[in-house]
Every structure is written in C-alpha cells, then in structure tokens.
C-alpha cells in the first residue's frame, strides 16, 4: 500500500503565493505520474498539473504561468508552486500518484486533500 501525505494549504490574499507538498510513503517499488488535482464546491476535479518520473510536466490551462510542479524521486515527494493566486484557485488541492509496490501494474492513490483558499 501507498500513503500520501499532504501539506501546505491555507489562506491566502489575491497574488499571493503557496507551495504544496505531498509524500508518498508505504511499500513503493516504484512510482509513475505524480500529480495535483483540485475540487470547488459544486464543481468536478479537475487536474492542476503533472510530471512524470523523468520530468514531463503537463498543466491545466487556467494555471500556466502561475503554477509550477516539480518533484524530488529520491523523497518521493511531488511539490506545487503556486504564484499570483486568484480568488478561483480555491479548492480543495488532491495529491495523486501512480505507483507499485512490485514490479507490474501501476495503482491510483489518492491523498486526503489540502484546502487552498484565496480572498479577494
């Protein structure tokens, strides 16, 4: 099994800034995509951004150039840099995470979500 911790949320004004962290930890051979996904009220989750274990990234259009991934394999530890905030950045932010605990088939693991919240 695969646990991810999040951490680093709270409030923030309008422009401000937050990183996000989240760790895997637990029975790991490997891991695949890491990843941000985020959920307003009353909305779907959507995906904030990705990278991949040699480094391809991938964003949701709404947060280039403000957001930034990036992930250290050696901790199993996937960040989000989050820049020039906007009042609909806020969400609840999910770390999600493709490992495998023996080499074959990758498994979704999610974390426990991490609540963004940005004033105007």
């Known amino acids: 099994q695969v646990q991810l911790v999040e951490s680093g949320g709270g409030l923030v004004q309008a422009g401000g800034s937050l990183r996000l962290s989240c760790a895997a930890s637990g029975r790991i051979f490997s891991i695949n995509v890491m990843g941000w996904y985020r959920q307003a009220p009353g909305k779907q989750r959507e995906l904030v951004g990705s990278?991949?274990?040699?480094?391809?990234?991938k964003y949701a259009g709404s947060v280039k150039g403000r957001f930034t991934i990036s992930r250290d394999n050696a901790k199993n530890t996937v960040y989000l840099q989050m820049n020039s905030l906007k009042p609909e950045d806020t969400a609840v932010y999910y770390c999600?995470?493709?490992?495998?605990?023996?080499?074959?088939?990758?498994?979704?693991?999610w974390g426990q979500g991490t609540q963004v919240t940005v004033s105007s």
């Open positions: 999600h995470t493709e490992a495998n605990s023996s080499p074959g088939a990758y498994y979704a693991y």
């Open positions: 990278i991949t274990s040699i480094g391809s990234t």
